[in-house]
């Protein structure tokens, strides 16, 4: 392999790492909150709101179902709004945030209907406020599965980012199309696939790791 194929793979591992993690942290700032919002306004549930619960979970729903290609080519207008560009590490962050949103706020509302009725009930009969019931005793029970779920997203966003060489975006993905696709280069092909493999797996289970140590603590 080629000494500028490398040092290309080489930059192409950290601008993956790059998007991904900006990406995950930025899905997380607006997910989280909205998979709180549709927890709390399910039915049975502390601030139950049929209403409210319908139009954010019909929202999540419909951004959830838009094939991540797409909605690269969808957010090139809003990408370039937001950054600038619509090419690039920095561009890419962008549709990677907007595709992980509803992933995040399907997996956080599900990790915290794992938590025991129970707990709730006996936090209600003590006289917790419902915002202290929410901080004390429904997120700390949800973490060990907010942690697994967490693990899952990143991978997500990991294989969003090598989609996004399709359309101009920086990391693993642009390699692996422009110099393993387009020039027929095998070798490279395969490397990216197997080093996007090995973060997936890698991520995978520390994110299982953290799950198990906090669930025995």
């Known amino acids: 392999m080629e000494a500028f194929v490398q040092a290309a793979i080489i930059?192409?591992?950290g601008e993956t790492l790059q998007m991904t993690f900006f990406g995950t942290l930025f899905s997380y700032v607006i997910g989280l909150p909205l998979g709180v919002i549709l927890y709390l306004s399910a039915k049975g549930h502390l601030f139950e709101n049929?209403?409210?619960?319908?139009?954010?979970?019909?929202?999540?729903?419909i951004c959830r179902s838009l094939p991540f290609l797409i909605l690269l080519v969808l957010l090139i207008p809003f990408?370039?709004?937001?950054?600038?560009?619509?090419?690039?590490?920095?561009a890419?962050?962008?549709?990677?945030?907007?595709?992980?949103?509803?992933?995040?706020?399907?997996?956080?509302?599900?990790?915290?209907?794992?938590?025991?009725?129970?707990?709730?009930?006996?936090?209600?009969?003590?006289g917790a406020s419902p915002l202290f019931i929410i901080v004390n005793f429904i997120l700390p029970e949800a973490v060990p599965s907010l942690l697994l779920g967490g693990a899952i997203n990143i991978a997500t966003v990991l294989g969003y980012s090598a989609m996004a060489g399709v359309i101009?975006?920086?990391?693993?993905?642009?390699i692996a199309l422009q110099y393993g696709y387009y020039r027929y280069e095998k070798t490279v092909l395969w490397v990216t696939v197997a080093l996007l493999i090995v973060m997936v797996m890698v991520i995978q289970e520390a994110g299982v790791r953290m799950s198990k140590r906090v669930r025995r603590s």
């Not at 101009?168 to 642009?174: F, H, I, K, N, Q």
Request: a positive charge.
């Open 11 to 13: 930059k192409g591992i």
């Open 50 to 61: 049929k209403t409210v619960n319908a139009v954010v979970g019909t929202l999540v729903n």
């Open 79 to 90: 990408t370039r709004f937001v950054v600038g560009s619509s090419i690039g590490t920095k």
């Open 92 to 126: 890419t962050i962008v549709p990677l945030t907007v595709g992980a949103i509803p992933i995040v706020a399907r997996m956080v509302e599900s990790s915290l209907n794992e938590v025991p009725a129970g707990i709730i009930e006996a936090a209600q009969s003590m």
């Open 168 to 174: 101009g975006g920086g990391g693993l993905g642009a």
